[in-house]
């Protein structure tokens, strides 16, 4: 393995963030090459906390766009402070300038709001990290723009001009698969997937970030897991319920699983009402030890 | 975080142009734009670490999980060697089986479509003639009976259906000049020459295509509409933009792409390689297996349509609950079943009882007219 691959590895594992060497090797790549990270994967097996992990570990600042439905430039690139150009228009009623110098007054940078992605290319000293969160709720229109603004990394206002980017931002673009991303922007990106993560992964997940767990609820937690991941859920737990799950048993004072344990929290694992009657079958019929012991 | 760069060897730079060659001849997206990238990465990584290269490769190579197998494959046979496994798959080796994304070639005995007007019987499954007595108007006239020469009054049908599909309103906005949401930057423009700002500019919603999402059953007991039913769908998916369309006998098969951009007889030789035809019929095990794989298809403005006679070899409780998972997804469900053309056609097949609760509209596909009035129905 390459040095600066390994290093990158430690970097993220310093920043609290258990990592594999695929994540490490894309992270690497994603930052020699200044291409955007594409990262998919099920739902809470931390994609967005590469980009917040990113951020820590090259000490820069971190500018998160959440995307959703009808999702526009307005919010995402520029807007204007439309009162502050109330105010000036009110003000200046009495001024006899031409319109054409008021105008200019007023669609000016003083009276730009800037959004995430004028931000992110605009943005003074270090270059950021820019997390584009959950693209696949955005529309396709909001798509291809993203695309053009990633591949020039300037963005035109009509009042204003072209704006270029003062640096390029490191991307961190993250789906969740609820639609298909275009091939287009597949293309542009370095592609990693996040697979659920390995027993040992996960235990080692639960030691950072749940201190003072004790090892053998840890592996219970991590084994049990595996097991309700292998059966076919509705909704299949990700590292996100793992730890909602492993805090409820801390809170509980719990320092190993029996099978009224795991009823009393089986709502911080599962989130379908079909999935919680299946496990509450398997545990009735004394299935407890099956699913803590793989 | 720079990278001392070391020259790569000529054989190698050469070796690995030939493998994003290699790729692009499996189905990968690989452009020269990937090729200099992959160059550039074998740069950064350790030559002498095989799964490293692997994974970083992949990262630049590959765009999505479902195609992590073809590149693991073409991997493995270019680079030869050991046969390591890489830790990190992708969503093959989670819990569900993969679907191949891209068509298996022909095994012996495909089936050629020249002949696909002389009927054949399927694996002993029922052959339905419903509605043979039908006038005898093409537009009344059942698909069991038809020749060749309808593709146009198909084509011209899909065309119809598409536009009457191009009705919904988005969340986006767009400017209007009757009632919407006020639009301030255009009203601020407009106050610029006129003083105040009195008159308001506005937005509204502006139209949005519905998403088809087809799942067509072509096993043996479909035979006699398949032809029929592949064509509408072939015209259908040319005329929308968001549309995809898979087939299922035993296993499911996404033909998008062989559909797309190409004329009807392109599109029936690649479809010619699919295997899956007239095959015995597994709904609920293909349709658990499109759930699998492309549930991120499904949303609320989604029709999913589902044509089939219900004649269902595998076990009704899994098709039962694979419908009622894509109904809660979907916007709408549709089902169409040519059988239901037959006046005495009862839906009494086990597959068919425990599909129907979850379906929002049950309507017969046998004839022009039918899909007709599909148009009516396809609104999320």
């Known amino acids: 393995m390459r040095d600066e691959i390994r290093k990158i590895q430690a970097l993220m594992e310093g920043a609290a963030y258990i990592t594999d060497p695929a994540v490490s090797t894309a992270v690497h790549l994603a930052l020699t090459l200044g291409k955007p990270l594409l990262v998919e994967g099920h739902a809470g097996v931390g994609k967005t906390e590469i980009a917040k992990v990113l951020a820590r570990m090259l000490d820069t600042k971190l500018i998160r766009l959440q995307c959703y ?88 206002i009509p009042e204003i001009g072209t704006i270029s980017a003062t640096h390029r931002p490191h991307v961190v673009l993250t789906s969740n698969r609820s639609r298909d991303l275009s091939d287009a922007l597949r293309r542009r990106c370095l592609y990693l997937w996040i697979d659920y993560p390995s027993f040992d992964k996960e235990v080692r997940i639960l030691k950072t970030k749940v201190p003072g767990i004790n090892e053998r609820l840890a592996g219970q937690i991590a084994r049990a897991m595996q097991s309700l991941r292998r059966m076919k859920l509705a909704k299949v737990p990700g590292v996100a319920e793992t730890l909602d799950w492993a805090a409820a048993l801390a809170a509980l004072h719990a320092d190993h699983l029996d099978a009224e344990l795991v009823r009393q929290t089986l709502g911080c694992i599962l989130k379908e009402v079909e999935d919680v009657k299946r496990l509450e079958a398997d545990l009735a019929a004394g299935r407890f030890s099956e699913l803590v012991e793989g | 975080m720079t990278t001392a760069a070391r020259p790569l060897p000529r054989d190698l730079v050469t070796a690995t142009v030939r493998f994003c060659r290699l790729l692009r001849a499996r189905g990968l997206a690989v452009t020269p734009v990937e090729s200099r990238d992959a160059l550039r990465t074998l740069e950064l990584v350790d030559l002498g670490d095989r799964s490293e290269v692997h994974r970083a490769l992949r990262t630049v190579l590959a765009t999505r999980p479902e195609e992590f197998p073809a590149f693991d494959a073409a991997f493995e046979a270019f680079w030869g060697g050991r046969t390591a496994p890489v830790p990190t798959g992708g969503p093959a080796e989670g819990p569900a089986p993969l679907v191949e994304a891209h068509f298996p070639r022909a095994r012996d005995g495909a089936l050629d479509f020249a002949e696909w007007t002389d009927f054949g019987e399927g694996e002993g499954e029922p052959v339905g003639l419903p509605g043979l007595s039908d006038i005898e108007a093409t537009l009344g006239k059942d698909f069991s009976g038809f020749g060749g020469g309808e593709l146009e009054e198909v084509a011209r049908l899909a065309a119809q259906l598409a536009r009457r599909l191009a009705t919904r309103r988005s969340r986006r906005l767009r400017p209007t000049r009757r009632r919407g949401r006020v639009d301030l930057r255009r009203t601020m423009r407009l106050s610029l020459t006129r003083g105040e700002p009195v008159e308001l500019a506005r937005r509204e919603r502006k139209i949005l295509k519905t998403k088809l999402v087809v799942l067509c059953d072509v096993s043996g007991s479909m035979d006699l509409y398949s032809r029929l039913l592949v064509q509408f769908l072939y015209a259908l998916q040319n005329q ?49 297996a499109f759930l699998a794989d492309w549930r991120r298809l499904l949303d609320r403005d989604t029709v999913v349509i589902v044509l089939s006679d219900g004649w269902d070899t595998g076990d009704p409780a899994i098709l039962g609950e694979a419908m009622s998972r894509i109904r809660r997804r979907a916007g709408k469900v549709i089902w169409l079943n040519p059988l239901l053309g037959s006046p005495d056609y009862q839906p009494l097949t086990q597959g068919m009882t425990a599909a129907l609760p979850h379906v929002d509209a049950f309507l017969p596909a046998h004839n022009l007219e039918s899909l007709r009035a599909l148009a009516g129905h396809l609104k999320p």
Not at chain 1, 93 to 103: D, I, P, Q, W
Not at chain 1, 118 to 137: K, M, S
Not at chain 2, 253 to 265: A, D, H, N, S
């Open chain 2, 240 to 288: 929308l933009g968001r549309m995809e369309t898979f087939v299922f006998s035993t296993r499911l098969c996404r033909i998008t792409e062989e559909l797309k951009g190409q004329p009807w007889t392109a599109a029936l030789a690649r479809l010619g390689d699919v295997r899956e035809w007239s095959g015995g019929t597994k709904i609920g095990e293909s349709l658990r």
């Open chain 1, 69 to 156: 439905e009808g999702l526009d430039t307005a919010t995402a690139l520029y807007e204007w402070n439309y009162p502050k150009q109330l105010l000036r228009i009110k003000l200046e009623e009495r001024e006899t300038r031409s319109v054409a110098e008021k105008e200019a007054d007023i669609f000016s940078a003083p009276f730009l709001l800037r959004r995430p992605l004028l931000q992110a290319i605009t943005e003074d000293g270090r270059p950021p990290v820019l997390l584009v969160d959950e693209l696949d709720r955005a529309d396709l229109e909001f798509e291809s723009f993203l695309l053009e603004v990633l591949s020039d990394f300037q963005v035109t």
